[in-house]
């Protein structure tokens, strides 16, 4: 792993477990100086940053609620000070409780509004404002988008709005060479998709795509490396459905 000074900085938010883990192993891997973001899980956040460290990254832990602005103005301000002006930002923190509409509380609608809208809105806001020119975004929607299937609709609105963000924020960093994409993950197996569901559901979903099985952390955490890399400079504004060929 790169350990110069003058890595460059990533920010990776709800990283303390799942894909975001993964994200952050990775762009740690390929040189790269990680804050992981997490809200609440702060063990599994410090024994990632101890992970990384001892193979010779540069990583710090920050707790921020993303859908608080002002915790996310500390997130950027505390990477900035032991890191360095942030350079990458993943919007990877999310909720999923698949409810049909009709169903769903008033506190679960904002909820998931919150974090998922919300939160990605507050870190593109200030990533406007504090990034390195030559930078890229990556946000988070899912392949739940294309599927329309009950009980994913309040979910699938959230990411409606940050594909919404995706394309509009792109045309709104020109001139900068900063980079806005988004990847749109499968099923994968992570607590986030397997929570809540019986072995039948879970078997049914890994035999959807054409490749026949879920998804892995490590899969979506290679696309992200990719948009988050020199390689993607032409890559932007776009979706990337990384879902094994479910749709």
């Not at 049909?100 to 998931?112: F, H, I, K, N, R």
Request: hydrophobic share 45%; glycine share 8%; proline share 3%.
């Amino acid at each position: 792993m790169n350990t110069l000074d003058n890595a460059q900085v990533a920010i990776v938010t709800g990283a303390s477990r799942g894909i975001g883990a993964a994200v952050a192993q990775r762009l740690a891997k390929d040189g790269f100086a990680v804050a992981i973001n997490y809200a609440s899980s702060s063990a599994e956040a410090d024994a990632l940053v101890t992970e990384l460290t001892a193979a010779g990254a540069k990583a710090i832990a920050v707790q921020a609620d993303v859908s608080n602005a002002d915790d996310v103005r500390r997130m950027f301000e505390v990477a900035e000070q032991q890191l360095g002006k942030v350079d990458v930002l993943i919007n990877n923190a999310g909720v999923l409780k698949p409810v049909p509409l009709a169903d769903t509380s008033d506190a679960l609608y904002d909820q998931t509004f919150d974090i998922n809208v919300r939160g990605t809105f507050n870190t593109l806001r200030e990533a406007a404002a504090r990034m390195n020119d030559g930078g890229r975004i990556v946000n988070f929607s899912s392949t739940t988008l294309a599927l329309n299937m009950p009980g994913y609709a309040i979910y699938n609105a959230t990411k409606a709005a940050v594909e919404a963000f995706t394309h509009v924020f792109a045309k709104e960093l020109r001139g900068r060479n900063i980079t806005v994409n988004a990847v749109a993950p499968g099923p994968v197996a992570t607590s986030l998709f397997l929570d809540g569901k019986t072995e039948e559901q879970i078997q049914n979903f890994a035999k959807m795509p054409p490749l026949q099985r879920l998804g892995q952390p490590d899969d979506i955490a290679s696309v992200v490396a990719f948009l988050a890399s020199a390689d993607a400079g032409w890559v932007n504004g776009q979706i990337l459905r990384a879902n094994g060929g479910l749709a």
